[in-house]
Structures are given as structure tokens and as C-alpha cells.
T-cell receptor
Framework: GQNIDQPTEMTATEGAIVQINCTYQ??????LFWYQQHAGEAPTFLSY??LDGLEEKGRFSSFLSRSKGYSYLLLKELQMKDSASYLC??????????WGAGTKLIIKP | SAVISQKPSRDICQRGTSLTIQCQVD?????MFWYRQQPGQSLTLIAT?????????ESGFVIDKFPISRPNLTFSTLTVSNMSPEDSSIYLC??????????????FGAGSRLTVL
């Protein structure tokens, strides 16, 4: 079967750095997405990785290792508004999106 | 990216009734996707709606339970039929808007939170 694993919940302090991990076992791989979802709102696109390495976009970076079936989302200089759920999704060999259950990130002052 | 309006944003429904969720996009799109998001669980694709053809349903979802309409390139509806408490969930409409490195990026509506009593 296909599986995406993310921690259920993480807590971090305002101004700090947090790394949210995502491991996957899928039938093939054609890219990995990270989405942010604030409570009661729509998921919004954050990043996409298809090749190994780090993609940086402002305070957010996403890393991919295809050989390890592993990605992480790195959030720097955390702000209270970063409190949200972060969803990892992988496109499999059929270009179907397989979603993780999301990681709820709680930022404390 | 597209702007998606979904309604109702939330509703409380009685067991055995049906509810139709509407999704309006501010631009023409070929495919619209309907997802379900249950508490603590991953997004699950219910079906893909193409204009002018019948929707394509994922394993575990059937047309009798989740009929979909797609009358034009900017609008779709999802009906949740003969509801039971197990249907209590958030239902999300999404479209593929833009691409990055050849991959379509999804834009989502804010969702419709249904509670079935």
C-alpha cells in the first residue's frame, strides 16, 4: 500500500526554527508537495520538490531525498501566523496525489 | 491562481437527508476535484469532474452516494446523499491552476464542514 507519514503535532517557539518531516512509501515518485492549512481555511501551496536537494523560498525551505523516501519542511524565524497544519503530498507513478494526514504546528510566544 | 467560492461553509444535517455543495471558480478550468477531509486524516479524493462528461470516482466512492454535476467550466456541485453520521466531514473543491516544474498546483476552496446528526 501507499503511505505518507508525518508527525501529528509539533510545538515551537516564536522566532525559532522548526523542521517538519515527511516519509513516504509510494508506487513510484513524481514529485512532492507541501501545503499549509490554517484552521477552517483552504490548503495553500507552499513548495514542490521533484529532484533531490533543498528548495528555498523566503523563510520556508523544503528538502527531498528520493533514495530515502524523505522530505522535510524547514520554517525559520517562526511567527505566530505560522501556526497551521502542514500537509505533505506525493505524486505516484500514475500522477495521483497521495496525502499525509498533516502536521499541526503550534507556535508559542 | 484561481479564486474558489464554496457554499455552504458549514451545515448541520439530519440523518437520511441530502445536501448539495456548490463550487464556483473565477476562471475556466478543465478539471475540478472534490476531496473529503475527516478530522485527523489525510485528504481523500472523491472524484474528478470534467465538463461535458461523467465524473470519475475513486475507489470507495460511488455516484449514487456522491452525485456530481459539472454544467460548465466554472461551476460544479457535489451532493452527499442519504447522509449518515459517518459522512460528517469537510468537503473541499479544488482546481489545478498553474504548474511548477511540470506539476499542476492545486488551489482549494475553503471547504464545507458538514455535521450529520
Amino acid at each position: 500500500g501507499q503511505n505518507i507519514d508525518q508527525p501529528t503535532e509539533m510545538t515551537a517557539t516564536e522566532g525559532a526554527i522548526v523542521q517538519i518531516n515527511c516519509t513516504y512509501q509510494t508506487s513510484g515518485f513524481n514529485g512532492l508537495f507541501w501545503y499549509q492549512q490554517h484552521a477552517g481555511e483552504a490548503p495553500t501551496f507552499l513548495s514542490y520538490n521533484v529532484l533531490d536537494g533543498l528548495e528555498e523560498k523566503g523563510r520556508f525551505s523544503s528538502f527531498l531525498s528520493r533514495s530515502k523516501g524523505y522530505s522535510y519542511l524547514l520554517l525559520k524565524e517562526l511567527q505566530m501566523k505560522d501556526s497551521a497544519s502542514y500537509l505533505c503530498a506525493v505524486r505516484d507513478s500514475n500522477y495521483q496525489l497521495i496525502w499525509g494526514a498533516g502536521t499541526k504546528l503550534i507556535i508559542k510566544p | 491562481s484561481a479564486v474558489i467560492s464554496q457554499k455552504p461553509s458549514r451545515d448541520i444535517c439530519q440523518r437520511g437527508t441530502s445536501l448539495t455543495i456548490q463550487c464556483q471558480v473565477d476562471s475556466q478550468v478543465t478539471m475540478m476535484f472534490w476531496y473529503r477531509q475527516q478530522p485527523g486524516q489525510s485528504l481523500t479524493l472523491i472524484a474528478t469532474a470534467n465538463q461535458g462528461s461523467e465524473a470519475t470516482y475513486e475507489s470507495g466512492f460511488v455516484i449514487d452516494k456522491f452525485p456530481i454535476s459539472r454544467p460548465n467550466l466554472t461551476f460544479s456541485t457535489l451532493t452527499v446523499s442519504n447522509m449518515s453520521p459517518e459522512d460528517s466531514s469537510i468537503y473541499l473543491c479544488s482546481v489545478a491552476t498553474g504548474a511548477i516544474s511540470g506539476a499542476n498546483v492545486l488551489t482549494f476552496g475553503a471547504g464545507s464542514r458538514l455535521t450529520v446528526l
